[in-house]
T-cell receptor, first 113, second 114 residues
Framework: DVKVTQSSRYLVKRTGEKVFLECVQDMDHENMFWYRQDPGLGLRLIYFSYDVKMKEKGDIPEGYSVSREKKERFSLILESASTNQTSMYLC????????????FGSGTRLTVV | GENVEQHPSTLSVQEGDSAVIKCTYSDSASNYFPWYKQELGKRPQLIIDIRSNVGEKKDQRIAVTLNKTAKHFSLHITETQPEDSAVYFCAASKGQGGSEKLVFGKGTKLTVNP
């Protein structure tokens, strides 16, 4: 019963490439989030969105952008990938007025070479 | 903005012992405090949460306590089992409807030795 799906589990890209990470949820959640997870640093928020076509910067937005054209899909874009963006990327969604909890995707392990 | 500190970063216990993980937060307006468990290679999953109008919450072998005055909250796991081995994350938010962002601690790697 996977409810938050990230399109790729593992991804290898070259420095300077434009990279798209896709996240789709089927729970009709209004809110979607992108975090990156690095050892010893926990989960850090990159961008989030409360509604279609809305976006808010998180704590580490530099080098990233996002797109939310449909309620169920939230895309993270690395405009020009760099080696310091090698990381695990986690997408999550939540319901406004709901239990407050996030549902996470399985993550995308991105390696930039 | 909110800052969440989590200790210890690693914790090793014997099966059957108790484990305690502590977190402090900086924003007194935070009112929602969830805990997530992430097993190796898997997604984080919510295991328990507490809101600021409650001091303690239990669910079988796990419990969370909240001290609003001191701005800290803790996760307690009793009778630990090997399957409790995972990374645990605390988080805080000022959620009024589930839309506020969560700020996470850096995680605690718990190892339960058989």
């Amino acid at each position: 019963d996977v409810k938050v799906t990230q399109s790729s589990r593992y991804l290898v890209k070259r420095t300077g490439e434009k990279v798209f990470l896709e996240c789709v949820q089927d729970m009709d959640h209004e809110n979607m989030f992108w975090y990156r997870q690095d050892p010893g640093l926990g989960l850090r928020l990159i961008y989030f969105s409360y509604d279609v076509k809305m976006k808010e910067k998180g704590d580490i937005p530099e080098g990233y952008s996002v797109s939310r054209e449909k309620k169920e899909r939230f895309s993270l874009i690395l405009e020009s990938a760099s080696t310091n963006q090698t990381s695990m990327y986690l997408c999550a969604s939540s319901l406004t007025g709901g239990s407050y909890g996030y549902t996470f995707g399985s993550g995308t392990r991105l390696t930039v070479v | 903005g909110e800052n969440v500190e989590q200790h210890p970063s690693t914790l090793s216990v014997q099966e059957g012992d108790s484990a305690v993980i502590k977190c402090t937060y900086s924003d007194s307006a935070s009112n929602y405090f969830p805990w997530y468990k992430q097993e190796l290679g898997k997604r984080p999953q919510l295991i328990i949460d507490i809101r600021s109008n409650v001091g303690e919450k239990k669910d079988q072998r796990i419990a969370v306590t909240l001290n609003k005055t001191a701005k800290h909250f803790s996760l307690h796991i009793t009778e630990t089992q090997p399957e409790d081995s995972a990374v645990y994350f605390c988080a805080a938010s000022k959620g009024q409807g589930g839309s506020e962002k969560l700020v996470f601690g850096k995680g605690t790697k718990l190892t339960v030795n058989p």
